[in-house]
């Protein structure tokens, strides 16, 4: 099944069962997560005209003849009296300006007399270095939209508004579990033929990154009985997530597992790193059950489970974000799946990191991110690919 046709059928999966528990969080929390509610501006922003420099306010019929007396002199933070007739104010940077200003001239644009009189050097139109009320955004406008990812930027927007608690998505809940007979947890001493669990903490914190609270159940042997009882501790969870166990060499003990829960949707996905994709349930919840390599669980979460979670959380933009980059290397033989290549960008230019192997994160550790190359095609040196930076998908 073609990466496109598979994200078709999970990310509909996923807006069939949004995840619906909604918290109220203060501002400084509520970085990475996701708003509930659409919401609308409280207050004009800026809420009262004000000047854009430090200079002179002034009405433009007052300019030609006599230079302007000083009325009044506006610091930030104070309010003005109306401008007076036949002279001008004192403003500076963020101070409300008189009722009455047509606009504002800057200081290095004018001349003192020796009264103190102002005289404006250069022509002038309405609105010069003026912010007028309401110029970035009206009461009751919209803000931000249901669905918006919170970063620092929006957090500011919030900020700016007054507003200092959100309506949230409450963190999903996820299982997370490796599997494999030759799997060693943190901490522990390899035995014969034993390899450290390194999937866990990278699919774990990606998790984290993306808002939700990780059940670990830890590593889990290829034993049915095993994984049941692991599961367990799966109560409560709104997904699960695996790797391994989902090819035949290991007794397919994951896909065993769900067979009993109903429909199981065995994907061999045209993904290199990847392939073997499981989807399916555990009584209720449903579980991924990505390959068991390393490069492979990378991929395929970045590509696959991200989306469908982001999708479950009410997210608009799932996809990873593609910008066109190019090669600096040819593909002389087109593959049978899309390919993820891991490349580092030099100049701009996509650079192949040496250790393209499904195995490896090693390659990926060097790498800026993934060159996307579809099934059955080859480029040349010089050619455009579409890239997805690691930064872009919570790897940075
Ligand atoms: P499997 O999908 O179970 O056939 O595993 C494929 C390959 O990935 C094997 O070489 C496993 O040893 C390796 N592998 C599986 N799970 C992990 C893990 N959690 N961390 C590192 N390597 C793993
Ligand atoms: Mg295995």
């Not at 002279?87 to 001239?105: E, I, L, S, Y």
């Not at 927007?157 to 030759?182: F, T």
């Not at 790193?273 to 009584?283: C, E, N, R, W, Y």
Request: aromatic residues 4%; glycine residues 10%.
């Amino acid at each position: 099944m073609s990466v496109d046709e598979a994200l078709r059928q999970l990310l509909a999966l996923a807006r069939a069962t949004p995840f619906t528990a909604v918290e109220p969080v203060a501002l400084r929390q509520a970085d990475g997560r996701v708003l509930a509610e659409d919401l609308l501006a409280t207050i004009d922003l800026p809420p009262w005209a004000n000047s854009a420099m430090d200079g002179y306010a002034l009405r433009l019929d007052d300019l030609p003849g006599q230079p302007l007396p000083v009325s009044q002199a506006v610091f930030a933070g104070q309010a003005p009296g109306p401008l007076q007739a036949r002279t001008c104010a004192r403003v500076f940077t963020g101070a409300p300006v008189p009722d009455g200003t047509d606009c504002v001239q800057l200081q290095e644009n004018c001349v003192l007399d020796a009264q103190g009189r102002v005289s404006s050097l250069t022509p002038l139109r309405r609105g010069d270095n003026v912010r007028p009320q309401g110029n970035e955004i009206r009461a009751d406008a919209p803000l931000l939209a249901a669905g918006t990812v919170l970063n620092p930027i929006s957090l500011g927007v919030l900020a700016s508004q007054g507003i200092s608690q959100v309506p949230v998505l409450r963190r999903p809940r996820v299982a997370l579990l490796s599997s494999g007979d030759e799997l060693a947890g943190e901490g522990a001493v390899l035995g014969p033929g034993q390899i450290f669990d390194s999937n866990r903490v990278v699919l774990a914190t990606l998790l984290e990154r993306l808002g939700c609270d990780v059940i670990d159940l830890g590593c889990v042997p290829d034993d049915p009985l095993r994984l049941r009882t692991a599961l367990v501790e799966a109560e409560g969870a709104e997904l699960i997530i695996s790797s391994a166990g989902v090819s035949v060499g290991d007794a397919d003990c994951i896909g065993a597992l769900l067979r009993e829960g109903g429909e199981v949707k065995l994907w061999k996905l045209a993904i290199k790193p990847g392939k073997p994709f499981t989807f399916g349930h555990v009584g209720a919840v449903p579980l991924l059950g990505l390959p068991g390599n390393p490069g492979s669980a990378l991929v395929t979460f970045l590509l696959t489970a991200r989306p469908y979670l982001l999708a479950r959380m009410g997210v608009v933009q799932v996809e990873p974000v593609r910008v066109p980059v190019v090669a600096g290397f040819a593909w002389p033989k087109a593959g049978k799946r899309q390919e993820y290549l891991r490349v580092r960008l030099d100049g701009g230019r996509a650079r192949l990191l040496e250790n393209q192997s499904s195995a490896t994160l090693l390659s990926a550790v060097q790498g800026d991110g993934l060159l996307e190359v579809p099934a059955g095609e080859t480029f040349e040196a010089g050619d455009v690919l579409d890239f997805i930076a690691f930064a872009g998908v919570g790897v940075y």
